[in-house]
């Protein structure tokens, strides 16, 4: 690195750069959305919700970011395809994917339905492999892009008050997806990250009894939940210029929950 680039200012901007998001109309999905946006990006909220979507995309709009709101089952393939396809055509190749929808079984494994173990698999880790198999060759033809999965840590420790086997076994997939991703998009200039969470505060997190929070909260050195901000600001981060060397990470953004 030459003198001058050493001492270059740091580039966080996403000005000129298409973003979509997964599970956007609400929560840490909401949030990621938001913040991609006030650092420059065009971005795409996708939501099962198409109204609750584009009601999330005009907040965004109210604060001059350039933004629309895409109806979406992210468990169905040929939906996927059809969001990717709307999204390139009104805003132009996806440079940024942020892979976020997802839902929790709390049920013990013993009393788990095979129904609603496919289910959990198909809206947590399916729709992973769907939505970068839509947006891939783009960004290989572009050879640039950014992708980033929400995991958890569930998913290193194996579940946990807020979601049992199921659910950490499907963000534990995730992970190694991530992982295995990083390998096949490096070549192509591709960065694939995933930010994994510990408890955040949003709508779903807010069943916790008071005792089981403070079970958790007492587990992290920082002694507070997180906030979708939070996990926002470690998205904008993996999104920029400046993490152009990182690939293949696995960024825990969780008050030091995982610090052992």
């Not at 795409?44 to 970011?65: C, K, S, T």
């Not at 049920?107 to 129904?115: D, I, K, N, S």
């Not at 079970?215 to 901000?229: D, E, K, N, S």
Request: glycine residues 10%.
């Amino acid at each position: 690195m030459n003198a001058a680039a050493a001492y270059a200012p740091l580039n966080f901007t996403l000005t000129g750069r298409t973003a979509l998001v997964t599970g956007a109309a609400r929560g840490i999905g909401h949030a990621i959305a938001v913040a991609l946006g006030h650092c420059g990006a065009r971005v795409a909220l996708a939501d099962l919700d198409p109204q609750a979507a584009e009601r999330a995309a005009e907040l965004l709009r109210a604060q001059g970011i350039e933004a629309i709101g895409v109806g979406v089952d992210v468990a169905e393939e040929q939906q996927v395809q059809a969001m990717v396809t709307q999204v390139e055509r009104l805003f132009g190749g996806v440079d940024i994917l942020v892979n976020n929808a997802g839902i929790v079984s709390t049920a013990p494994l013993l009393e788990l339905t095979t129904a609603e173990w496919n289910r959990v698999m198909a809206i947590d880790l399916n729709s992973v492999f769907f939505c970068v198999k839509a947006v891939l060759p783009g960004m290989m033809d572009r050879r640039a892009g950014r992708i980033i999965n929400i995991a958890s840590v569930a998913g290193k420790r194996g579940g946990g008050l807020l979601g049992n086997s199921c659910y950490a076994a499907a963000k534990g997939a995730v992970i190694a997806l991530t992982k295995g991703l990083a390998r096949e998009a490096g070549p192509f200039d591709i960065t694939v990250n995933a930010v994994s969470p510990a408890l955040t505060d949003t709508e779903m997190t807010s069943v916790l009894a008071p005792q089981a929070r403070a079970q958790v909260l007492a587990q992290m050195p920082l002694g507070r939940a997180g906030t979708p901000r939070d996990i926002a600001a470690a998205v904008c981060f993996l999104a920029s210029a400046e993490a152009g060397f990182v690939t293949g990470e696995i960024m825990d953004v969780d008050g030091g929950f995982m610090r052992d």
